[in-house]
C-alpha cells in the first residue's frame, strides 16, 4: 500500500538554482518533455542573464527535485483615457502607465509526486 503524501508531509525547502543544485535536476519529470529540458538545460543560462530566476523544491531526505518555478520581472501596460462627462475632456492625456508585475514563466511538479491523482 501506497502512503499518500501532501505537501505538509515533505520534508523540502525552498532554494534558488544555482551551479551547487544544478545536478538534483537530471532526474526531474513533469511528464512534458520541454518543461524538463527548460529546467535542465535553459533554467541556469536564463538565471545568468538575468532573463529569469529559477526556484526549485528540494525534498530534503532524498535531495530530490519536488518542483520549481521561475519567474521573470514584467510590467502590466494600462492605456489610460477617461472621458469626463462634464466637459468631454481626456483625463490622463491616453497616456501608457506601466505597473510593476512578476510572471511566472514556468511552474511544474514532478510527475511521481502528482501520479495518485490519475489513479
Do not use: Q
Amino acid at each position: 500500500m501506497v502512503k499518500l503524501m501532501l505537501g505538509r508531509d515533505i520534508n523540502y525547502r525552498t532554494v534558488i538554482l544555482d551551479e551547487e543544485n544544478i545536478n538534483s535536476t537530471n532526474l526531474f519529470n513533469c511528464g512534458n518533455s520541454a518543461i524538463n529540458d527548460f529546467l535542465k538545460f535553459n533554467a541556469l543560462e536564463s538565471s545568468d542573464n538575468n532573463e529569469a530566476k529559477t526556484y526549485i523544491f528540494l525534498n530534503e531526505l532524498e535531495n530530490k527535485v519536488i518542483g520549481f518555478f521561475s519567474l521573470r520581472c514584467s510590467a502590466i501596460h494600462c492605456d489610460i483615457s477617461v472621458s469626463r462627462e462634464d466637459n468631454k475632456s481626456n483625463i490622463g492625456g491616453g497616456r501608457t502607465i506601466n505597473f510593476p508585475a512578476i510572471e511566472i514563466d514556468y511552474f511544474d511538479i514532478a510527475f511521481c509526486y502528482y501520479l495518485w491523482l490519475k489513479i
